[in-house]
């Protein structure tokens, strides 16, 4: 069901454990022999998380019950055996008696009881589906969010270099005269911000990527990197596209009406409950002057008990279920059109950003760092400048981190990976 779905507790992916198929294939290696990490490299270890293993044990475990609810109860055989003695005391001897009953249990709502079963163990397979669907989303954000971290610690590296820059041209006008000891030691102090902007961003990357090293079983032993074309963003189809296959194609809405129907099936199966149980069986007994022999026929008698309890609880069950289904497909249909409407925000941030606020900023930047060297300009002019360039970068990167967030979640939510 869609509740579970979005509240599901997934494990963390720090215990995904790669199987022998990635193992084999392994990421691939860039110039120099740094290993290059790529997505299709995660996607082989999403079926070996222990959160899917948990769901298709939990199908295995309801298919078990379909065979368990079409097995017919095995026969009882009793036995007897004693002495007896004649009234007038002439004779004695050994008697003894054998029986053999076959029960006929159940036989009219095995049927319907197989079929609810039969019906949960869809729906039990359906919820893998849905497990699916979170892990890869779970993933895929860990993916992207190393992909930004590794921009973001290009740009400090850039900033870096930047304030180490504009240090050496305040020392050299600081020795020739032209220019104040303030401005070198003002430079020195952002130089020492920009290293500790830039180690604080590794650490930041080290962190993720280790994750994501561990989602491949510990295999790359040392450092490596992580490729995708992070600006390659596209909005996907129209909230209402996907909100009109919801019904058929997303697994948790297909689960739960698997569930409404299993929970009628459980209805006509108690109903059917009242149809009263039959033995049949045979015997023979050895006595001092007869054998006995014979066949017996039992059954119950629904008299006092007509079962109601036990339907009126499946009638509640069955419209439960049917409540709780039209609820997860109000309430996904609502998710969807909202996590839409974030995607369109955050991909129209992103791309402004990319298409005219960095380049105006990089090049006011550019162009106070030459004023400055030519003595135009004071060294407030420059930091304010680098400062907004490095703002305004940092956060069209974060904005591709958020598009690229929203649209993955947007995928799980569509029934898409």
């Known amino acids: 069901m869609f509740r579970r779905y979005v509240q599901a507790g997934i494990v963390t992916a720090v215990f995904i454990m790669a199987g022998p198929a990635a193992a084999q294939e392994g990421p691939g290696?860039?110039?120099?022999g740094l290993a290059?990490?790529?997505?299709?490299?995660?996607?082989?270890a999403i079926d070996r998380h222990p959160a899917l293993r948990l769901a298709h044990s939990n199908a295995e475990r309801a298919d078990a019950a379909v065979r368990a609810e079409r097995q017919m109860p095995n026969p009882e055989l009793s036995a007897s055996v004693g002495r007896a003695d004649s009234l007038d005391g002439r004779e004695s001897g050994v008697?003894?008696?054998i029986e053999l009953a076959i029960p006929l249990e159940r036989l009219g709502s095995m049927h319907w009881a197989s079929r609810s079963a039969g019906s949960e163990a869809e729906a039990a397979r359906l919820d893998a589906d849905v497990q699916r669907l979170e892990v890869t989303r779970q993933l895929k954000t860990m993916f992207m969010t190393a992909v930004i971290n590794q921009e973001l610690v290009a740009l400090a590296e850039d900033s870096l270099k930047r304030a180490d820059d504009l240090l050496a041209v305040a020392t050299a006008r600081e020795q020739a005269g032209e220019g104040r000891r303030l401005d070198v030691i003002r430079l020195h102090t952002e130089r020492e911000k920009a290293a500790g902007a830039l180690f604080q961003a590794r650490s930041v990357l080290s962190e993720t990527l280790q994750n994501l090293d561990r989602v491949l079983g510990g295999r790359l032993h040392g450092q490596f990197t992580v490729a995708a074309d992070w600006k390659n963003l596209a909005m996907p189809d129209s909230p209402e596209t996907c909100v009109a296959g919801l019904n058929s194609q997303h697994p948790s809405i297909v689960a739960a009406s698997r569930r409404v129907v299993a929970a009628r099936d459980a209805i006509r199966a108690e109903q059917a409950g009242n149809i009263p149980d039959f033995q049949v069986g045979g015997f023979y007994e050895l006595e001092l002057d007869a054998n006995n022999y014979g066949a017996t026929l039992s059954m119950t008698l629904p008299i006092w008990n007509h079962n109601r309890g036990r339907i009126e609880?499946?009638?509640?069950?069955e419209q439960a279920a049917q409540n709780q289904m039209e609820l997860d497909e109000l309430e996904l249909s609502?998710?969807?059109?909202?996590?839409?409407?974030?995607?369109e925000r955050a991909i129209d941030l992103a791309r402004r950003y990319e298409s005219s606020i960095l380049p105006d900023a990089v090049a006011a930047a550019g162009m106070a760092r030459e004023l400055y060297r030519s003595g135009e300009t004071g060294l407030i002019d420059v930091l304010d400048a680098e400062q907004t360039a490095i703002e305004i970068h940092t956060e069209m990167l974060n904005a591709f981190l958020d598009?690229?967030?929203?649209m993955t979640?947007?995928?799980?939510?569509c029934g898409g990976e």
Not at 29 to 32: I, Q, V
Not at 313 to 317: D, F, L
Not at 409 to 413: E, H, N, P, R, T
Request: hydrophobic share 45%; net charge neutral; aromatic share 10%.
């Open 29 to 32: 290696a860039a110039d120099g």
């Open 95 to 97: 008697i003894w008696g």
């Open 334 to 343: 609502r998710v969807v059109t909202s996590t839409y409407a974030r995607t």
């Open 403 to 406: 598009g690229w967030t929203q």
């Open 409 to 413: 979640d947007l995928g799980a939510l």
């Open 313 to 317: 609880a499946s009638r509640a069950m």
């Open 36 to 44: 290059v990490l790529r997505w299709s490299d995660i996607e082989g």
